[in-house]
């Protein structure tokens, strides 16, 4: 019996130490880091030779660059987007231009040379290189005007940027030889190895492994284990000088009203329409229109206009639309050779009238034509510059869909950015409402804001209201000025009441099966509005349109500008 129990006690010793040796050699597969390393070509998914990839900062572009004849090139969307908005690209006349804020570079394809101003320029290589509908941009032309570094490594060739200087989250690395994984996890492939006292970028900081980019590429993660501490933030030092846009700012609160003129003739109502004004320091009449797809102008101008003006103590600033059924804006922005003519007309004309600015109002612009029109105000800005004209703009209240106007940009280049604070609903809008209820208008200033610095924003405020008639379902309005919206209330023994909500008085009826309805513009709404400029400092304001207010309606406006 006993030798019997003898071979199975053996066994199932061995059973048990087995399991215990497996248990041994799983918890140490489990618990050991690999040292398998990543392809690094598959990595970053090159596929030919002179394709490039770009780490920009803390993050690997989809776009490509290249690398010609030992040149690097960017794709010029990569180098607006990322780097200097004021790169160009005309894909109609096959020109690269660079905006500075006094001067226009211009580069064909292929060249080293360069046209700027009267003068040429050239460089020891080739600028810029087309590209299907695009070009790239030599990337020693692009550091010419741009505050950043750049570094090509091998093995694969990819080209590290770096163009942020400002509030850097870095982390230092203590272990020598540290990896940086794939993914966060010690089964996740190798990407490099970083010496210890290595400053990494951080991009995310989790529980036990923080997300990081290696100074040569390397987006993955690191053990915190591995780190000296927690992440700091840095400030580089930077000799880059940028380039300075100095504005015709000037030295009281903007007070500008939009006087409407469709022909010459309508000059002479004039001293009509300002009987009864105050405070007015500047007037804007609508003289100048594009006409055609060439860059050509209407022209409703009047020297006696200007004279007239200037005696009372006001400055004009002649207003430039595009509202002709006849032209493509686009077509006009994004063709060199026509965006300089209008420009160089319109410049003409103000000086040729001695207009002391000039109020760009291009409305309705397709997202395409947002970078033609930024590059049409850049150009437009050094010519207002070097001949002492104020150069504003009007743009909607912003929306998503009109982020193309880029305000921003705008507020970079030109003297005023004017928010159209009105149009909350308009003629053919599917249901009645305020033309300008206050959080709106609020809510527009705040947005514009965020791009624009406030001593360059003017809010324009509507002294029209619509009328509204729902009949069967559908919807219509007509806009009227103060005292007509008055004599509808009156006329139609309309009750109003204040609204909290839109700060405006409103009022209804009821006529059969058709319903009315009025958000009146008033004293009372404008004072309410006249406190958001107070609030947040603003440059001013604007009305639209002189004739269409009471007289009593100037003292609240001074008042709001006190």
Avoid at 347 to 354: G, K
Avoid at 505 to 513: K, S
Wanted: proline share 2%; aromatic share 10%.
């Amino acid at each position: 019996m006993k030798q019997r129990k003898m071979p199975i006690l053996i066994v199932l010793i061995l059973i048990f130490l087995v399991g215990v040796v497996g248990m041994i050699v799983h918890m140490i597969q489990k618990y050991t880091p690999t040292d398998d390393r990543m392809d690094t070509y598959a990595y970053y998914s090159v596929s030919e030779d002179s394709e490039l990839p770009l780490i920009f900062g803390t993050k690997i572009l989809e776009d490509r660059g290249s690398l010609i004849d030992g040149e690097i090139y960017l794709p010029q969307n990569v180098v607006a987007d990322y780097l200097n908005k004021r790169f160009y690209w005309d894909s109609n006349e096959k020109l690269l231009i660079y905006t500075t804020p006094t001067e226009r570079y211009i580069v064909e394809p292929e060249s080293n040379a360069y046209k700027i101003g009267v003068k040429d320029g050239e460089e020891e290589y080739i600028i810029c290189k087309e590209r299907g509908e695009g070009v790239l941009v030599n990337v020693k032309f692009v550091q010419k005007f741009t505050d950043m570094d750049y570094k090509l490594w091998e093995e694969p060739n990819r080209l590290v940027v770096q163009y942020q200087w400002k509030d850097i989250s870095v982390v230092e690395v203590k272990e020598d030889q540290a990896a940086v994984r794939y993914q966060g996890g010690i089964k996740s492939e190798i990407l490099t190895n970083v010496e210890a006292g290595s400053k990494l970028r951080l991009i995310e900081e989790l529980d036990d492994w923080d997300q990081v980019v290696t100074e040569d590429g390397f987006v993955g993660y690191i053990k915190k284990d591995e780190l000296a501490g927690a992440a700091s933030v840095i400030t580089m030092d930077r000799e880059f000088q940028e380039p300075e846009y100095t504005s015709l700012s000037r030295d009281f609160k903007i007070n500008l009203a939009w006087h409407q003129v469709t022909s010459e003739a309508a000059n002479d109502t004039l001293e009509e329409t300002l009987a009864g004004t105050k405070g007015i320091n500047v007037i804007s009449p609508t003289w100048f229109s594009i006409s055609d797809n060439r860059g050509n102008l209407t022209n409703y101008a009047t020297e006696s206009y200007v004279t007239k003006v200037h005696s009372m103590g006001l400055e004009v600033w002649g207003l430039v639309d595009n509202f002709s059924e006849n032209v493509n804006t686009y077509e006009v922005l994004s063709h060199t050779q026509t965006r300089t003519r209008m420009e160089e007309n319109i410049v003409n004309q103000a000086v040729r009238f001695s207009l002391d600015g000039v109020n760009i109002d291009f409305e309705s612009l397709a997202e395409e034509t947002g970078p033609h029109f930024v590059q049409f105000l850049r150009e437009m800005s050094i010519l207002c510059r070097a001949n002492n004209l104020v150069l504003s703009v009007d743009n909607p209240v912003p929306e998503g869909f009109t982020s193309h106007y880029d305000r921003a940009a705008q507020g970079e280049v030109v003297d005023y950015v004017i928010i159209m604070g009105y149009d909350e609903h308009y003629q053919g809008s599917e249901e009645a409402g305020s033309v300008a209820s206050l959080a709106w208008v609020e809510e527009g200033i705040k947005n514009t804001l965020s791009e624009v610095s406030a001593d360059k924003v003017i809010n324009g405020i509507p002294f029209y209201t619509r009328i509204w008639k729902t009949s069967a379902g559908i919807v219509t309005s007509e806009a009227v000025g103060m005292d007509t919206a008055d004599e509808f209330v009156k006329k139609n023994k309309v009750e109003t009441y204040w609204n909290e909500d839109y700060q405006q008085n409103y009022g209804e009826y009821q006529d059969g099966n058709d319903l009315y309805q009025i958000w009146l513009e008033d004293e009372d709404s404008i004072a309410a509005k006249m406190k958001l400029i107070k609030k947040y400092e603003l440059a001013g304001v604007a009305e639209w349109k002189l004739g269409f207010e009471r007289s009593g309606i100037w003292d609240v406006i001074a008042a709001g500008l006190k």
